[in-house]
């Protein structure tokens, strides 16, 4: 359902990933795994329109996204640092995404209240979302990458300041999309959770794939215990 082929990427005089490449199927979810600073967010960025890599192919359930905006249609994106407008209630944010996403009118509001509902948000369907904490606010920026029903979840560090039933709701309607035969890419820091959580991964260091592969195959590689443990390994190597 994702495809990326010898994706380059730089800033000026600095490279931030070098000839990357890596495959998503349909029914998985892969972690994008890395360093501060390891180029994850510039490939989640490439992938979802909001940077043009200098070389390279980027393929969503086979669309180029270079030739055709169409794939945009398929994707929930959730970038590392969403920003929210802080003017508008949790009810009107999420409606004027449903608009943005083209989601019919009479399909909207229902969908919107299932996501406030399994979010635990319906309380707040009325407060601004400048009255929100952290926590609260990724909630809702959560709930609008899933506000489309999309087919691919690009979600950049999706846990960052959500508390355990945050993170257990994020992984239950993650896993619903890839059960239903969609796909994920989960970029994050966060190794046990990966572990756990994810099919396959692909570990990335100075913008340059290290290793990619189920996480077992990916452990078994350095004799590692944990993915952790491997990640660690992998990345002192270099």
Partial sequence: MLKVRGLWKSYGE???VADLSLSIRAGEIHG???PNGAGKTTVVKCIVGLLRPDRGEILVNGIKTTTSESYKSLIGYLPEDPALPEYLTVEEFLGYIARIRSVKPQEAK???S???ETF???RLKHEFIGSLSKG???RVAVASAFIHKPKILILDEPFLGLDPEGQLKVKSMVKQVVEDGGAALISTHMLDMAERFCDTVTIVYRGRKII???VRS???VVDANSLEEAFIKLVNRR
């Fill in 212 to 214: 990619d592969g189920d």
């Fill in 120 to 122: 635990n948000l319906t």
């Fill in 110 to 112: 229902p969908r919107i």
């Fill in 136 to 138: 609260l606010r990724q």
């Fill in 218 to 220: 990916v452990k078994q």
């Fill in 32 to 34: 994008l795994l890395g």
């Fill in 14 to 16: 600095t490279l931030a």
């Fill in 114 to 116: 299932e996501l406030m």
